[in-house]
């Protein structure tokens, strides 16, 4: 059974690090697309981030340079190192399973809340 | 800003049939398949209807998908209350090199 379990969200000043986890099992999150996306309080569904099987990754314009998403095959866990966080950073982040050039993702975790204080 | 455009709110009574649209592009909507994700209050998305018009398993299949040059639609038929919840599209964009989320729409069972 496929799952995706994140953990790693707080309330964290502006400005702050936090970094992100998503355990899963059930699958080889290396390879496969795995995808991080938030849902800030109350809004819509926003991609964030992606990396490939092969390793390349990319990131929506808002986060690049502040965002890093990586694996631990190892640990068969996916990462996602957020600095220099502000305010419209707030959201619930998911981790979601995905297909190359697609907008499916099949499966998703519950969700960890990420909270910025100015 | 969403670049996929859907109606913020759609609503219908119990054995309706209601449907929800999706406006993209020829970057998003019109080069590459859409996807229907349903989120029920307080939960995590969950896929609905992939590759414009196939269900995963699981999903009833009074839930339906169709496209149609620049724009993909879901349809319910036969609304149930338990299908009050979010309604998301989301697609591949060309120009953006990554997947797009439409801005949402809220279905009311009344």
């Known amino acids: 059974e496929v799952q995706l379990v994140e953990s790693g969200g707080g309330l964290i000043q502006a400005g702050g690090s936090l970094r992100l986890s998503c355990a899963a099992s059930?699958?080889?999150?290396?390879?496969?697309?795995m995808s991080w996306v938030r849902q800030a309080p109350g809004k819509g569904l926003e991609w964030v981030s992606v990396i490939y099987g092969g390793g390349n990754t990319n990131y929506v314009d808002s986060v690049k340079g502040r965002f890093t998403i990586s694996r631990d095959s190892s640990k068969n866990t996916l990462y996602l190192q957020m600095n220099s966080l502000r305010a419209d950073d707030a959201a619930v982040y998911y981790c979601?399973?995905?297909?190359?050039?697609?907008?499916?993702?099949?499966?998703w975790g519950q969700g960890t809340l990420v909270t910025v204080s100015s | 800003q969403s670049m996929l455009t859907q109606p913020p709110s759609a609503s219908g009574t119990p054995g309706q049939r209601v449907t929800i649209s999706c406006s993209g592009s020829?970057?998003?909507?019109?080069?590459?398949?859409v996807n229907w994700y349903q989120q029920l209050p307080r939960t995590a998305p969950k896929l609905l209807i992939y590759?414009?018009?196939q269900r995963p398993s699981g999903v009833p299949d009074r839930f339906s998908g169709s496209k149609s040059g620049t724009s993909g639609s879901l349809a319910i038929s036969g609304l149930q209350s338990e299908d009050e919840a979010d309604y998301y599209c989301?697609?591949?964009?060309?120009?953006?090199?990554?997947?797009?989320f439409g801005g949402g729409t809220k279905l009311t069972v009344l």
């Open positions: 979601a399973r995905g297909y190359y050039a697609t907008g499916l993702f099949d499966y």
């Open positions: 059930g699958f080889t999150v290396s390879d496969k697309y």
């Open positions: 020829s970057s998003s909507i019109g080069s590459n398949t």
């Open positions: 590759s414009n018009n």
């Open positions: 989301a697609v591949w964009d060309d120009s953006l090199n990554g997947p797009v």
